[in-house]
C-alpha cells in the first residue's frame, strides 16, 4: 500500500517516542526517507535509529520547535540531508501541563501555545519553499499534516483549556492555508487522535484511564500503529491526492463529530 511513499522526503517533528515514533517508522518501512526530530540531544537519539534499521534511510534532528530561530535550523537542516522535502508530519506537541483558568499566568500560556502553535506555524512557514518547489518538479502534490486532537472538537480535559484551544487552532489554521497553498499544489490535512495510549496520559491513575476507556465507544484507548496509516494515507498524492482541510479523527468513536 502506499507505494508512492518510496523515496519521498518526510520531515516528521516530534518523532522520538508515541505517535510521531510509530509514523516515522511506517514511513521507513514504506519506503519514504525520514528525518526524524525531537528535544533530545542526537547521542540519545541513536539506539532509536539503530532500531528502526535502515540507516541510508533516516537521520534525526534535536531542535526546541518552540524557539522560531530553532523551528528554521531544524527546517533547512532536514532539507539539507534529504536533499528537499515532500512531506511535513507536524506532530510535536503536548499538554504542557494543566491549569484551571484562574492560575494561567504568561510562562504557561506562552509554553503551550508555543510547543502547540507556534512550533506549527513556523515549522510550516519555513518549509513552504521546499514543499512548493517538490510539488512544482513533481507535478503532484506536496503534503502538510498535523496532529491536532479530539480535544480541538470538544475543549479539552480539566486544566487544558490552552492545549484544547490551541489544537482547535491548529485545525483551522489548516483551512486557511488551503486558501493561501493550493495554487501551489500543498495539502494540508490534520489528523485528530482521540485518547491515545503514550507518556501522553502518564499523569493520570489508572481508575481515571479506566473511565476514560469506558467513554470511547470501542471502550480502549487507541494504539500508535493504529494512528500511523491515518498519516500515510494524507501523505501519499496516489491515495489522497483529492483530499485536503480535512480534519481526520481517529478515536474509536470517543467522538462523532
Ligand atoms: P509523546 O509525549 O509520546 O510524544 C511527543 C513528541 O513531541 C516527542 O517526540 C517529544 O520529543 C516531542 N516534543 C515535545 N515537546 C517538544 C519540544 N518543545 N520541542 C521538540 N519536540 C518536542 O506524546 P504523543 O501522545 O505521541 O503526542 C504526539 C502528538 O499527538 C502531540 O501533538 C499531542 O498533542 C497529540 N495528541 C495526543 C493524544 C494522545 O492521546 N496521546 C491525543 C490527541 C493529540
Redesign the pocket.
Known sequence: MFDDLQGKRVLV????????LDVARSLVKAGARVVL????HADEAEALLAELSAPEQVSYLQ????DTQQCEVLVNQAVERMGGLDVLIN????LGGRQGLEGIDDDFFDNVID?NIRSVVMVTRFAIPHLRASAKHSQQTSSVIT?G???GREGGGMGACLYGGSKAMVHNLHRNWVKEFTKDNIRFNTVA????D????EDKSDDLKKTIAGSIAMGRFGQCHEMAPTYLYLASHAASGYITGQVIDVNGGQMCP
Open positions: 517533528t516530534g518523532s522520538t517516542a508515541g505517535i510521531g526530530h525531537g528535544s533530545r531542535a526546541d520547535v518552540r506532530n510535536a506537541g503536548g510547543l496532529t486532537s479530539i480535544a487522535p482521540g485518547t491515545i503514550t507518556a501522553f496520559h
